[in-house]
């Protein structure tokens, strides 16, 4: 397993960030992840049915800090009566299946993203050869094909299985935890199955990994056949961004992060770096074609290339098909390289 970072105590909320949430009968519960980013959050909501919003990942100390947050407010996991996933990434949902088994929490999910949690390891292994076979094609070399192959992944460690006992329909009616009305919203772009729940009564938005204040969520990397083309690349992502900028949100209560307000400062400054991030893409093309991986050397370097190859080739690759949308490059198949048109 890799090295334990435990750093959630330093993104706990302040008294301040606290009296907000408890305003709205929300609770936020930062939990470590064995991954590069900022602790994920659990969000914790009262209610006649105490409901979680995602339910982090089977690591370090984290089930003893839920329970330590849920003692706080008179509670134990045995109480919770419903768990919100937001969209199938390992550390959002790893923890379910163990708060299911001891609670009996009902598992909710998106409707089109039930396979995704319930086969989660299988559809891993199984698009893992597909990236490797990008991989090969976009002219990375064995020996860091192999290095990404054979990287272990602690899937049994870090989650168990999790059977889904309701799912919701983008844009219905749902009652959170007995005391708000929410209305889940599809936001495709990190994810083709990304969704985030509008607790219109309030302005609140609980984002999941759409809108981060600090940084762009990257848009992880599937095959095409994975999830329909509407529901994946940066353009799509950019759309779901100016949705989200039209409401008259008041905070964002994120999945990794502060809660936030000037949600459209946020979005605007996101925008903006995705913008900044296709030009520099655009200029990496000037002195000839390139391919993805090549693309991803020059953005990165090839460090970070080769330590974070799932991360890096998503960003290029989805760079790239963007440039090719706007018809700005082209893609030639025989020789797997980009180039600018004109």
């Not at 209610?47 to 995602?54: C, M, N, W």
Request: charged share 25%; net charge negative; hydrophobic share 40%.
């Amino acid at each position: 397993m890799t090295k334990k970072r435990l750093r959630a105590a330093y993104y706990e909320p302040d008294e301040k960030e606290r009296d907000i949430l408890r305003g709205y009968g929300l609770v936020r519960v930062p939990l470590e992840i064995p991954f590069r980013v900022s602790p994920v959050n659990v969000v914790l909501a009262l209610g006649e049915r105490p409901t979680l919003i995602d339910a982090g990942i089977r690591y370090a100390n984290n089930m003893e800090r839920l329970e330590q947050a849920l003692e706080l407010v008179g509670l134990k996991v045995e109480d919770l009566q419903e768990i919100w996933l937001t969209h199938p990434h390992l550390d959002h949902f790893g923890l379910a299946g163990e708060i299911v088994k001891r609670s009996g929490a009902t598992l909710v999910t998106w409707e089109h993203s039930t396979t995704r949690f319930e086969s989660y390891r299988e559809l891993w292994d199984k698009e893992q050869i597909s990236f490797l076979e990008m991989l090969s094609l976009s002219g990375v070399k064995e020996e860091i094909r192999n290095k990404v192959r054979n990287t272990p992944n602690f899937f049994d460690e870090m989650a168990s299985h999790v059977n889904v006992t309701r799912t919701f329909a983008v844009g219905e009616s749902m009652e959170l935890a007995g005391r708000h009305q929410v209305t889940p919203l599809h936001v495709p772009g990190h994810s083709p199955w990304c969704t985030a729940f509008w607790m219109q009564d309030a302005g609140v938005l609980l984002g999941g990994d759409v809108l981060l204040e600090r940084i762009t969520s990257n848009p992880i990397l599937y095959p095409p056949d994975a999830a329909p083309a509407q529901w994946q690349g940066l353009d799509v992502y950019d759309a779901s961004l100016s949705r989200l900028h039209a409401l008259p949100c008041q905070h964002v209560v994120p999945g990794h992060g502060f809660t936030f307000g000037a949600h459209q400062d946020v979005i605007e400054r996101a925008q903006k770096h995705l913008a900044e991030r296709q030009e520099r893409v655009f200029q990496i093309l000037d002195d000839g074609p390139k391919t993805a991986y090549e693309v991803a050397c020059a953005l990165f370097g090839e460090s970070v290339a080769h330590n974070a190859m799932f991360l890096v080739m998503g960003e290029a690759v989805r760079h790239l098909d963007w440039l090719v949308a706007k018809q700005l490059a082209r893609f030639d198949i025989y020789t797997r390289q980009y180039q600018q048109i004109g």
